[in-house]
């Protein structure tokens, strides 16, 4: 049905903004505007329910984990990096929805890991704040840098940009970066992100800082 629709000239960037497609801590807050077709929306929210897609005929396929539909999108020229009313891209909706395969489809295809949403968070860092395990740590895998393999062991370097809690450009606080997200964190599931790097920077932080107070 797809391949017929696009046959016949669909538009393969069409959004969808209706309150059925909306996360349902959002759609009380739903208010048209005259500056602009899309709805405004509180950028409050955990994105919760089940029927936020994201907007766009891409990130619907990445919802319902349809690969060859992506793919047929994606050679039409469809937007890989698009965002909907939240900010979302493809990759924000695969963390959302936790759809491991889907993410590494889209990465593959070209769709940008470091663009931020409405809430100034990327993939990483709503992985943080959603506490989705898996996804966190398959970004980070995705964006580490191997710096040397002998049998099992092995050590890679990472971006702090997005991972620390202090700006490496200002020196200020920076309360979206994935540590401060997890550390703030409410749920049982954001304690168990506290593993591995996150855990070595804490680490470090309490041996520089912390040890000496």
């Not at 940009?161 to 049982?188: C, F, H």
Request: aromatic letters at 8%; glycine letters at 6%; hydrophobic letters at 40%.
């Amino acid at each position: 049905m797809a391949s017929k629709l696009l046959r016949r000239g669909a538009d393969v960037n069409q959004r969808c903004y209706g309150a059925f497609f909306c996360a349902d801590d959002q759609k009380s807050s739903r208010t048209d505007s005259l500056e602009h077709e899309y709805v405004d929306l509180t950028q409050n929210t955990n994105y919760t329910g089940t029927m936020y897609f994201g907007e766009y005929p891409l990130s619907f396929a990445v919802c319902m984990n349809q690969p060859d539909l992506f793919r047929l999108l994606v050679a039409r020229k469809a937007n890989l990096n698009a965002q909907d009313t939240n900010g979302n891209t493809v990759l924000h909706l695969c963390v959302i929805h936790e759809k491991t395969e889907m993410m590494k489809l889209a990465l593959e295809a070209g769709a940008r890991l470091h663009i931020a949403n409405k809430q100034n968070l990327t993939p990483l860092t709503l992985a943080a704040k959603l506490a989705k395990k898996k996804l966190f740590y398959l970004i980070l895998e995705l964006e580490g840098q191997s710096v040397w393999v002998y049998g099992e062991a092995s050590c890679s370097s990472y971006p702090l940009t997005k991972i620390d809690t202090i700006n490496e450009v200002t020196g200020e606080m920076n309360e979206e970066s994935a540590l401060s997200l997890v550390v703030y964190g409410k749920t049982s599931e954001h304690l168990e992100l506290l593993d591995g790097i996150l855990e070595n920077i804490l680490e470090e932080k309490w041996k520089a800082y912390g040890r000496l107070q």
